[in-house]
């Protein structure tokens, strides 16, 4: 007990780069950090890419920018983008460049006679799958191969026959304490004798459960902590592990995102790619603080945590069994939350690639000016893809709908009337003195005079011939911000509506 406590804790993330970094995934890869720096463990980024033919550089990439962004960082494991380089001592860590460690451990379990050569081909394969379950059997390989000899071995790959190496999985029961789920237990007589190894004379290539099982060995992983759906694959891997006699490493199996209608999340339900909610404009701290809570709780109220306090608070007693729902007012709400927290300098860069590519701004704009132009709308902004969208009239002449003008059961010459009044007011401020207090002390008090208890009146039509919009920031803030010139020429123009 005392030497498996100081055994250093050593966690992987395992992505097979065949698609974007999922949110998922991404919060595996939270778990696992969280569980490493709590103990000062390492965390590790292999990248498992044996299925040559769906993995690609792009996704490679995509998983380690979404990953960087979130700010998870890895102590070793592949580093650059094109995966060409790694920290660490036990690389490389991208499993397509380690074939010649596996080639040394299938080997071993064909020598050890705990691995058989299969020709059989995959037409040959299908139709007995299909013929056991038109029967009523769950589809499995039926060991045909398992008692070639040697010589007939030979002659089919001097031949040239494509094979498959395949694992002989004695019967037995397995049992493993899952660090979530308690004990889980397995029959092995629903596991076939599953493929490890597929090639050809020329080459062969490992397959996904028999490099599992020997990088967890060869990188020294004390914990494997991954989602729920890899835990049929689990007693498999165990089965090679004692094959090959290595020590077997933890084993804990988070639960499942689940959709709002209780399914596994997916492109249905939305976004599921890391990199889709980094565009919508949902910040990194929000990411994390909201995959933290997706199956896990620290239990009390507290619902606000950054990476620092995560690490803190996580242990994997808190992580619940059952599915975890992926409430979408939640992410907004704490996106919404993070954002009011932004220095607004920050929070203005942020949101100028949004302003750029909507063509609002130029590179060139003001930034000092925008960043005012952002204050006004920090309050109310729940992601930065928003921004564009309710600042726009601040850049844009306003086509105004003559109809948005209208305070409650005011005639056209009543809108005129006020306007009239206001510009007056407005015309005799200085332009230095066009500021958000000052204007709001003019203007309440002559909205208390005009409206006669209803400001509306007032406040309404200047409102929506400053912005041409239903709901905008105050008008003050905003006048001071577009100053007095355009001020007075949106008056006018709206005004021209209602002669
Ligand atoms: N490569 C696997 C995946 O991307 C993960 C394997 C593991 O965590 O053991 O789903």
Redesign the pocket.
């Known amino acids: 007990m005392e030497a498996e406590k100081e055994k250093k804790v050593r966690v ?5 780069p ?1 698609g974007t970094l999922h949110i998922g ?1 991404a919060r ?1 890869a939270l778990f696992n950090y969280l569980f490493a720096k709590k103990q000062q463990g390492v965390f590790i980024l292999r990248i ?1 890419d044996t299925d040559a033919a769906r993995s690609e550089d792009r996704f490679e990439k995509n998983i380690i920018e979404g990953l960087r962004w979130l700010g998870i960082e890895w102590d070793e494991g592949v580093i650059s983008d094109q995966g060409q380089s790694y920290i660490g001592d036990y690389g490389p860590y991208k499993q397509s460049e380690r074939t010649e460690i596996y080639l040394k451990y299938i080997k071993k379990l064909l020598d050890k006679d705990k691995a058989y050569y299969c020709f059989c081909s995959q037409e040959e394969l299908k139709a007995k799958k299909e013929y056991q379950m038109s029967i009523g059997q769950p589809p499995h390989y039926d060991e045909k191969c398992k008692q070639l000899t040697a010589e007939e071995i030979e002659k089919n790959i001097a031949e040239g026959k494509r094979f498959t190496i395949r694992f002989k999985t004695p019967l037995k029961k397995i049992a493993f304490n899952d660090l979530v789920r308690g004990k889980v237990e397995f029959d092995t007589n629903l596991i076939d004798d599953f493929t490890i190894a597929k090639g050809s004379k020329e080459n062969i290539t490992p397959l ?1 459960h028999l490099a ?1 099982v020997v990088d ?1 060995q060869e990188m020294e992983i004390s914990h ?4 729920e ?2 835990i049929s ?1 689990t007693p498999k ?1 165990i089965l090679l592990q004692e094959a090959l006699e290595f020590p077997r490493p933890e084993y804990a199996h988070l639960p499942l995102i689940l959709g709002p209608d209780k399914s596994k999340l997916s492109k249905r339900h939305g976004a599921v790619a890391i990199s889709e909610y980094q565009q919508q404009g949902y910040l990194p701290e929000t990411m994390i603080n909201f995959m933290a809570f997706l199956g896990w709780n620290p239990g009390g109220e507290k619902e606000i945590y950054s990476l620092a306090s995560l690490i803190e608070e996580f242990s994997l007693d808190g992580v619940h069994k059952g599915g975890a729902i992926f409430n979408m007012q939640r992410l907004d709400f704490l996106n919404a939350f993070y954002i009011r927290k932004k220095p607004l300098m920050e929070l203005t860069e942020l949101c100028l690639p949004y302003l750029l590519s909507s063509g609002l701004i130029k590179k060139t704009d003001d930034i000092v000016w925008l960043s005012k132009i952002i204050q006004a709308y920090q309050e109310r902004l729940k992601k930065l893809s928003e921004i564009p969208e309710l600042v726009d009239f601040f850049f844009q002449e306003i086509e105004y709908d003559k109809e948005l003008l209208r305070w409650k059961g005011m005639t056209d010459e009543d809108i005129r009337k006020t306007l009239d009044k206001t510009e007056e007011v407005l015309e005799k401020i200085e332009p230095e003195d066009f500021n958000k207090e000052n204007l709001q002390n003019i203007i309440m008090a002559e909205a208390e005079a005009i409206g006669a208890g209803d400001r509306g009146k007032l406040l309404w039509p200047l409102r929506a011939a400053l912005t041409g919009k239903k709901a905008s920031a105050g008008p003050f803030e905003i006048m001071e911000i577009l100053g007095k010139e355009k001020t007075m020429e949106r008056i006018k123009k709206a005004k021209a509506l209602f002669k």
């Open positions: 992987r993330l395992a992505p097979s065949t995934t595996v498992e996904f599992v967890d494997v902590i991954r989602g759906d890899h694959n891997q």
